[in-house]
């Protein structure tokens, strides 16, 4: 689930163009994405995995995801 669900994020923001007031179009976004379950992170343990699950997303290389 998590896989599907953070691909459709990426994709989106990937497709998503922002068009400046003076009509500039910026290149496209990337996103990393780290998640673990919300049981998990109700305690301070969760909240590190949760910040490592975005650390080696990040460390990958842009537009990743990590479970």
Do not use: H, W, Y
Not at 31 to 37: E, H, L, P, T, Y
Request: contains cysteine; aromatic residues 2%; proline residues 3%.
């Amino acid at each position: 689930m998590f896989l599907i669900l953070s691909g459709r994020i990426r994709q989106q923001v990937l497709k998503t163009e922002i068009d400046l007031r003076d009509g500039t179009i910026l290149p496209a976004m990337t996103i990393s994405i780290g998640m673990a379950q919300a049981r998990s992170v109700a305690t301070p343990g969760g909240l590190l995995a949760v910040a490592a699950a975005l650390c080696r997303a990040k460390k990958n290389g842009r537009n990743t995801l990590s479970e």
